[in-house]
């Protein structure tokens, strides 16, 4: 009964807050809390199949029953993306590590512990434990990370930290709520990426049908979330359903922000004879949905020679799709040749911010453009009447 949590501000690794609910039950961060933009800790939490046998036979100090097992294992020794940017102090730490073993006592308790830790592992590998450990933990390495179930710590002892959260948890999930409420009655509520920053599609992601269309898993590309729809089969789902039915009277198609080329792909399969214009600044990204779209046996190609400006006097347009955050309506008016017919512009590229969104309605409100009631909250299309 003090004034923890109110008085606590814990900052994410991009300075977010962090939600409530970590400062009593949480220390593992989920997709809405997780942030490098500020610092970034390793935590290597499973190493070598050996040294997670010495930790596995030895016990954890936690007395957590089984706590080591495949589960952890698969869960913990993910390697789809390759991160050796720590390497850059390696020169540093091997300077502090060797200042250390000059140190007599230090040195002698250092390979004391070492050879121990070898001699147990060599009683270790005499077991049936041992082999079966080992082949439990090769075939969860197997298991690809869109299919790996991270489990929640269980508390312990539930009905103490029940009633030591009911209050805190009751004046928090009422803030939130009405946060919620604000942001689904403005329709401006910021949505979460679809996209890893810097990312790239690689080799080895499994192919999942999203609407017809063909989609990796790839973690290399593809967030946490978007991984989850994607293997679910409801990767953008509103607007797979809706843009068909939207683009059905266009006869020139112009989308900027192209990004995985699933909007693309989802008309091209609806309207093949419509003229698509693509555009993705992301050379990355452009890359990956030239695969995708590879893959589905669609012909489309993303338009990069020239500026922004070229490309839109190419298309010529008369159905505009906005999904790049980075594009500002004043952008629009100094580049478009002329009005559109019809403007979509995507929760992504508004990005929940009010100031964007009036902007948009100006610029539509200039061309003459009507507002339509949208498939999703935080959407805007507008059609000349």
């Known amino acids: 009964e003090t004034d923890f949590p109110d008085s606590i501000r814990w900052l994410n690794g991009s300075g977010a807050p962090m939600e409530d609910y970590f400062k009593f039950r949480g220390w593992r961060s989920i997709t809405r809390t997780i942030g490098y933009d500020w610092a970034q800790v390793n935590h290597y939490a499973v190493k070598s199949i050996d040294s997670y046998a010495i930790r596995k036979f030895r016990g954890n100090v936690n007395f957590k029953k089984d706590k080591y097992n495949s589960d952890y294992w698969a869960l913990q020794d993910r390697n789809e993306v390759r991160d050796d940017t720590i390497l850059r102090h390696a020169p540093a730490r091997q300077a502090i590590f060797a200042a250390l073993l000059r140190d007599p006592e230090l040195n002698r308790l250092h390979f004391a512990a070492l050879a121990r830790a070898e001699a147990r592992l060599a009683e270790f590998r005499q077991t049936p434990e041992y082999g079966a450990l ?166 489309l190609a993303m338009h990069r020679a020239g500026g922004l400006a070229d490309f839109l006097a190419d298309a010529d347009a008369d159905s505009l799709l906005i999904s790049d955050p980075m594009l500002t309506p004043d952008t629009l008016r100094a580049t478009l040749p002329r009005p559109p017919h019809q403007i979509i512009v995507t929760r992504h590229a508004l990005q929940g911010r009010a100031d964007l969104r009036g902007d948009y309605d100006a610029l539509c409100a200039e061309w003459g453009l009507d507002s339509i009631a949208a498939p999703e909250p935080g959407m805007l299309i507008a059609r000349r009447p």
């Open 134 to 299: 080992v082949a439990g933990l090769r075939a969860a390495s197997a298991v690809p990370i869109a299919a790996v179930e991270a489990k929640p710590p269980q508390p312990r002892d539930p009905a103490r930290i029940a009633a030591l959260m009911s209050r805190v948890e009751k004046s928090a999930s009422a803030r939130q709520k009405a946060a919620r409420q604000t942001a689904a009655a403005s329709g401006l509520a910021a949505p979460q990426p679809l996209y890893v920053v810097g990312g790239a599609l690689g080799d080895g992601a499994g192919w999942h049908s999203n609407h017809g269309v063909n989609l990796p898993a790839d973690p290399g590309l593809f967030t946490l979330q978007a991984l989850g729809l994607i293997t679910t089969g409801k990767f953008e789902r509103a607007m797979a359903r809706h843009l068909p039915r939207l683009t059905g009277r266009s006869q020139r198609h112009a989308e900027i922000g192209a990004g995985c080329g699933f909007h693309a792909a989802i008309i091209a399969r609806a309207h093949p004879d419509l003229a698509q214009y693509l555009w993705e600044s992301d050379a990355a990204l452009a890359q990956a949905a030239t695969k995708i779209w590879a893959r589905n046996g669609l012909d």
